[in-house]
């Protein structure tokens, strides 16, 4: 796979710059080219509470995924949503004749560039987190009001205060609140809670013409189901309103091991469907590993740890079912019995039962404490080639014995994440693609790869791996769509959403960012340089 697309992206900027500069524009503000030192002044120039950086902006031009590096224009650093609509809104007026482009960075924990822009303005939304985070109680369905930059693990502590907490989660929480909605945020509590986007009540967002816009199902209806899952493409989220439930105190962690594919598919979609059923279901792969709990969930702690370390999968491949049930103290005693209950419903190998308990908070943040463990080591900043996928669950049998069969020769790179997940907690009015079928399994490979290695470990070897499933998936004709997708073409985007929603799409995109100002980072379409 290599870089093609970086280069790409570099040929197309520099043809804007030849474009702006060799046509003369009847544009009365087109007085910015790209880049140019006059779009500086003239940021210099807006009236805001918060201010501009034009230096120093190295950090806005790397995310989690390290392969990609586009550096800003300017970082604008807002201190109130008026200084966001400000900045839009002067970049609006601009026209068409000027190549500026305006793309929100949550926490930078994209892929492939996705919040980065190359000579444009990155709105670095953490700036205005850390307030307006108000906890409502009162009536059966609590939420909370958080600015779109706050990152997960804070709307947490906040909103256990008042003994409550969001229900949907992603795996990780040191990710912004705009971020994952701007996808979905799946987690292992999706199949009963769905996605993030199906927790969330209200919006704020800033359009691409600088408009402030509150959206719900009741309000502008189609600006609200457009930003969840729309990568950022339709708007800047600001404020969400977030639906709450009792916070429990303490988590019965489990893992069980299978060597039958079947059995352990069988067993996880029992679970989701089950009326009774842990509160998270996820799953992993692991192959030809020694040392089975040593990996990117390494906080796992399990009652046993002699046992689970003389657990070697040697050549295996062995599935883990990974659940938890939430718990308070007082009925630690009922929750024992019922988790027995529903283990005994399920064919595990059975000596391989690993459990633990830990607080809630503490299962929440488990990425969190590997991140501490891999920072150490210098192994968190690596170039991470993740590929998520979303696969109907009657190709799930093709997907697996082709992919974790054949083309997987081993899990050392990194996790392997599989779990179902059912659509019917989903609403189908969002910009979220999924495969055609109700049941589809989410399976991520996420990946580091070592920079300086050219053996199965390194990015080359990981990447054309990763390719060599997509072009399984695509041969196969299985309906696998990408989650956090990544495509370099506007052939490939038209496929990925098929041409009915790929129509509604394009139809949001006239409607609320008509100039394509906002994040080309995914390149779905690009800023039209046109005089006229
Ligand atoms: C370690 C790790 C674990 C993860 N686990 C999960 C998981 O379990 N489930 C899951 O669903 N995802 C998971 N993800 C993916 C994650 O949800 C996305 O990468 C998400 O975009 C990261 O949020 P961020 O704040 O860093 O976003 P950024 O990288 O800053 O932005 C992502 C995209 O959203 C846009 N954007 C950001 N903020 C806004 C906003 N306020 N308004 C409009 N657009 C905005 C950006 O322009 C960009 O296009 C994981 C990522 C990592 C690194
Ligand atoms: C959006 O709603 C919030 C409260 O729900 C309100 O404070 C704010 O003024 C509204 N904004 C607009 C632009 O209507
Ligand atoms: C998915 O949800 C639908 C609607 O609630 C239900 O009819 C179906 O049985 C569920 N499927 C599974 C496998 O859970
Ligand atoms: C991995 O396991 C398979 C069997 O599933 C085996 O054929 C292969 O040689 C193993 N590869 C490595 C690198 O150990
Ligand atoms: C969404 O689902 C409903 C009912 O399940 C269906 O009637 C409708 O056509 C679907 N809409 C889209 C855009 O797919
Ligand atoms: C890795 O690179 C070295 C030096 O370029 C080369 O000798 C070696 O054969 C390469 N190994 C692989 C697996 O490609």
Redesign the pocket.
């Known amino acids: 796979m290599g870089y093609p697309s970086t280069s790409l992206f570099f040929i197309r900027s520099f043809t804007i710059i030849l474009l702006s500069s060799c046509i003369i524009i009847d544009f009365d503000l087109c007085f910015s080219t790209v880049p140019s030192s006059s779009s500086s002044s003239s940021l210099e120039a807006l009236r805001l509470e918060g201010h501009f950086t034009f230096e120093n902006n190295e950090f806005a031009a790397r995310d989690f995924g390290n392969r990609y590096h586009f550096h800003p224009l300017a970082v604008l650093h807002p201190k109130s949503v008026a200084d966001i609509a400000e900045t839009i809104k002067h970049v609006w007026r601009m026209g068409p004749g000027s190549g500026l482009t305006v793309t929100a960075r949550g926490h930078g924990h994209s892929l492939q560039g996705q919040s980065q822009s190359q000579q444009g303005i990155i709105i670095s939304m953490e700036a205005l987190g850390g307030r307006e985070l108000r906890v409502h109680t009162a009536g059966e369905s609590p939420f909370v009001?958080v600015c779109a930059g706050e990152l997960w693990i804070t709307v947490l502590h906040e909103t256990l205060k008042h003994g409550l907490a969001p229900k949907s989660w992603t795996d990780y929480l040191h990710i912004t609140v705009g971020g994952t909605l701007s996808n979905a945020g799946i987690s292992g509590q999706a199949f009963r809670h769905g996605p993030q986007i199906s927790n969330v009540h209200?919006l704020?967002v800033v359009t691409g013409k600088g408009e402030?816009?509150?959206c719900s199902k009741e309000q502008n209806a189609d600006l609200f189901h457009g930003v969840l899952g729309g990568l950022g493409q339709f708007g800047i989220i600001t404020?969400a309103?977030i639906s709450l439930e009792p916070a429990p105190k303490m988590v019965k962690w489990i893992r069980v091991l299978y060597s039958d594919f079947f059995a352990f598919t069988r067993d996880q979609e029992k679970l989701i469907s089950a009326e009774k059923t842990f509160d998270y279901i996820e799953g992993m792969v692991i192959k030809n590993r020694t040392g089975l709990l040593n990996n990117w969930r390494v906080s796992f702690d399990p009652q046993d740890p002699v046992h689970s370390k003389e657990f070697v999968s040697d050549g295996r491949t062995l599935y883990c079912l990974e659940v938890t049930k939430t718990f308070n103290p007082e009925n630690s005693d009922t929750i024992t019995q019922e988790i027995e209950g529903m283990l005994s419903q399920l064919s595990y190998i059975p000596s391989t039962l690993f459990m633990s308990e830990v607080s809630y908070v503490e299962f929440l943040d488990r990425v969190h404490t590997s991140e501490i463990i891999l920072r150490e080591k210098g192994l968190w900043d690596l170039p991470h080639p993740w590929l998520n996928l979303l696969i109907p669950r009657s190709k799930i049998h093709s997907f697996a014995s082709h992919v974790f069969g054949n083309i997987l020769t081993d899990t050392n790179n990194g996790p392997v994440l599989i779990y179902p997940v059912n659509k019917s907690k989903w609403d189908n009015r969002t910009s979220a693609v999924l495969p055609e079928e109700d049941v589809f399994y989410q399976v991520a490979f996420l990946y580091h790869a070592n920079p300086t290695s050219n053996g199965t470990d390194g990015l080359e070897h990981i990447l054309t791996q990763n390719q060599k499933i997509l072009d399984f998936c695509e041969a196969a004709h299985l309906g696998v769509k990408q989650y956090l997708p990544h495509y370099v073409t506007q052939e490939q985007w038209r496929a990925h959403f098929g041409p009915r929603r790929w129509e509604a799409f394009v139809q949001r995109k006239s409607a609320y960012d008509p100039l394509s100002i906002l994040a080309p980072g995914h390149r779905i379409f690009q800023k039209e340089i046109s005089s006229s």
């Open positions: 009001d209200q704020e402030v816009v509150n404020k309103r």
